[in-house]
């Protein structure tokens, strides 16, 4: 039988207390849970889907509806052979390998030659990184048994293959599931222009999945094997290229700060070593708990990839120009995220510990349009039906407006409010007897609002809740 392992999670104390508050409260499970655990995938549970989803909202809104030129798809998970071979994938997509000759465990190496502060990176050729490999071999041990006895570095190549079509098993000409989620919008290139007539420059969106064999995936969400990329790819005119790339990298840093990343763990990247095609690239990297790593990449791939898919489809892929009647090649100005790590960036960014009234409390500041609950609401006691009926009446007019509202009548107010801050409900409403006017008719039909972040109260009359909420 195959072994199948966890993923393994860096020691980083913040870290494992993320992971493990992930899984206590319904965000994120390990794929396959109970069977051990499937290594680098992840299933998101109740208040993770909702958070993801208000995340792929956002970027959606930011990257399709706010803008005047572009397009969102959605392209299917399989493609044509042909497009792994164009892309240049089947041949040069691959992470630089070392196994242990003590336990068999895989390293990557260009990530262990950077953890001892040597720059490496995946796109070294295998002689050049076999020769780093040596000259460091001493320093870097083997993470499961710490031996230092590894075999030559070979260059793995991480699409993974399916036998989609494949009756005969004859595996000659594999279906591969995207190693990136980007080639769908290439593909469908034509389409938008033929169908959509967009004037240059403009873009295309979409949120897809990927998957890579990766060697060592690691850091929960941070590099999985199954993923979800959320990409825009922006066509311009040949050479016209720096003024839009500077300002794309500009509105990408605007949007984490606007869904409430705190500018102090953002920082730029520029790499040093560009793939051939590529005109220039740069990294959003946030300080993970781990430290500074890549979120999200921003890439001017020049003309390289329709180029590249007019070569091999034979189907002219240039754009005319309406008013010239000029024919080229656009240029390609990329975005790319993992929705996985832009996760656990907003996770990490509102995890805070802090004390409330004595007690010590775990809370996400979440912004209240990315929260997975906008608002919760309780009745004081849950044995007193006229506070429940009450009670109900209020989750049903909130739910009409916001949605994902959760009803709370687990256990004391509390432990009602330690366990809404852990998810990061912005507001807790309380229905109490005064909810019912009995002892002051002056407050009937008015809830305590109580505030995540401050943890002060205010009555609010129930007529005024979604407004209060709103503001
Ligand atoms: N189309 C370009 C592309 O795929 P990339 O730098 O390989 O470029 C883009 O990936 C983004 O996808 C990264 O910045 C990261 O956010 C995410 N990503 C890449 N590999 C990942 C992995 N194994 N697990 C989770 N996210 C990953």
Redesign the pocket.
């Known amino acids: 039988m195959r072994t199948i392992k966890f993923n393994m999670i860096e020691k980083n104390d913040t870290m494992e207390k993320i992971v493990s508050l992930c899984k206590r409260r319904g965000f994120v499970f390990q794929g396959s849970d109970i069977y051990g655990g499937l290594a680098g995938v992840f299933d998101y549970g109740p208040m993770g889907v909702e958070l993801l989803n208000n995340l792929k909202r956002f970027w959606w809104k930011a990257n399709v509806y706010d803008k005047t030129n572009s397009y969102g798809i959605d392209s299917g998970i399989f493609k044509h052979p042909m497009v792994w071979e164009a892309s240049g994938h089947t041949t040069g997509f691959s992470d630089p390998l070392a196994e242990c000759r003590e336990c068999n465990t895989r390293i990557r190496v260009d990530k262990e030659l950077e953890r001892i502060g040597v720059a490496a990176d995946e796109k070294m050729s295998e002689a050049d990184i076999n020769a780093l490999f040596d000259e460091h071999r001493n320093d870097i041990s083997c993470p499961k048994c710490g031996k230092k006895n590894f075999t030559s570095v070979r260059a793995f190549n991480l699409l993974v293959k399916s036998n989609l079509g494949d009756f005969a098993s004859e595996g000659t000409e594999p279906v591969y599931l995207p190693g ?1 989620a ?1 080639q769908g919008i290439y593909l469908n290139f034509k389409n938008i222009v033929d169908t959509m007539s967009p004037k240059l420059p403009f873009g295309i969106a979409q949120i897809g999945k ?1 998957f ?1 064999n ?1 060697i060592s995936p690691r850091n929960f969400l ?3 094997r199954e ?1 979800e ?1 959320a ?1 825009t790819q922006f066509f311009v005119k040949p050479n016209e290229n720096k003024e839009a790339f500077e300002r794309i990298k500009q509105e990408r840093w605007d949007w984490y700060l606007s869904i409430g990343i705190r500018e102090e763990n953002l920082r730029w990247k520029q790499h040093d070593n560009l793939v051939f095609y590529a005109a220039d690239a740069w ?1 959003i990297e946030y300080q993970f708990p781990g430290g500074f790593d ?4 921003i ?1 001017d791939r020049t003309d390289y990839d329709l180029t590249q898919h007019m070569k091999f489809s034979g189907v002219d892929l240039r754009y005319t120009d309406p008013e010239t009647g000029e024919k080229y090649i656009p240029w390609i100005l ?1 975005t ?3 929705l ?2 832009m996760f656990l960036a907003v996770l990490a960014d509102a995890y805070h510990e802090d004390e409330m009234g004595g007690e010590k409390r775990t809370v996400l500041r979440l912004s209240p349009e990315l929260a997975p609950y906008r608002v919760a609401v309780s009745p004081l006691l849950k044995n007193k039906p006229q506070l429940v009926e009450k009670a109900h009446e209020v989750f049903s007019m909130l739910k009409k407006e916001f949605g994902n509202v959760a009803f709370d009548d687990n256990g004391n107010i509390g432990k009602r409010y330690r366990r809404q801050d852990e998810i990061g409900t912005p507001h807790c409403i309380v229905i109490d007897f005064d909810t019912l006017g009995e002892e002051s008719p002056e407050l009937k039909d008015t809830v305590t609002v109580r505030d995540r972040d401050t943890g002060t109260q205010e009555r609010v009359a129930i007529a005024e809740l979604v407004a209060y909420l709103n503001h």
């Open positions: 990136e980007c990927a890579r990766e941070f590099r999985t993923m990329q990409d990294d890549e979120l999200e990449g890439h990329e790319s995220v993992g996985g790590r």
